[in-house]
């Protein structure tokens, strides 16, 4: 008798920024994730464009799954400027929607990167929760202040070219923060050297 083929489910992970678009194939196998292939583009901040280069990345980790399996499940991975109260804000709902729709894909959820990179940060340490500042590249800077493991503020600002003052108008816009964590994470775009000795 023919030995009965396991039935593998595979979902993409699609982390969107305003000027990056980034993209995972995964397999979740005993309750476990495997990361299959990723892959990532740069766009001019146009929402065509960011569709555009999601579909190329997109066919490009498919590149890692057996043939004939398209990714139609879809977690996306979202700034804190699209979230407003928990929800995708109503700016950029239609955008989200339209791109699911454009390119075939079912979401069955989201989450907020900076959320995203707490709890992988709690999960590395061994469940320890972490005091932070999270700090995003890009055209605009997301600085997010992280206290034991809880995310208490957040900002977005345009990048001026000057990182350090950019990073000091940002945290002084945070309300009652007395203190601030010795820790900044520094991540996404530009070289990441550069930016963590600025």
């Known amino acids: 008798l023919a030995k009965e083929e396991k039935k593998r489910n595979f979902f993409l992970a699609l982390e969107i920024t305003p000027n990056i678009i980034k993209a995972a194939a995964c397999e979740i196998e005993s309750e476990k994730i495997g990361i299959l292939g990723t892959a990532s583009s740069e766009y001019d901040g146009l929402w065509e464009n960011a ?6 990345i997109i066919a490009k980790v498919e590149e890692n799954l057996p ?11 979202l700034p804190e400027e699209f979230i407003k109260e928990g929800k ?7 955008k989200v929607k339209e791109l699911c729709q454009k390119l075939l894909l079912t979401p069955l959820g989201f989450v907020e990167i900076p959320l995203a990179i707490v709890n992988f940060l709690k999960k590395q340490e061994g469940g320890t929760p972490e005091s932070l500042v ?3 590249l890009g055209p605009k800077l997301e600085v ?12 977005t600002i345009l990048s ?9 108008i940002a945290l002084q816009s945070f309300t009652g923060v007395e203190v601030l964590p010795s820790k900044i ?8 050297e550069t930016a963590k000795q600025e």
Do not use: C, H, M, Q
């Open 160 to 168: 001026s070219g000057n990182l350090a003052t950019d990073l000091e």
């Open 144 to 155: 997010t202040l992280v206290r034991v493991g809880k995310i208490t503020n957040n900002t």
């Open 185 to 192: 994470l520094v991540f996404d775009g530009g070289n990441l």
């Open 134 to 136: 999270l700090l995003r």
């Open 51 to 56: 569709i555009i280069a999601a579909d190329k």
């Open 88 to 94: 995708i804000g109503e700016e950029y709902l239609p």
């Open 67 to 77: 043939s004939k399996i398209n990714l139609e499940k879809v977690i996306l991975g």
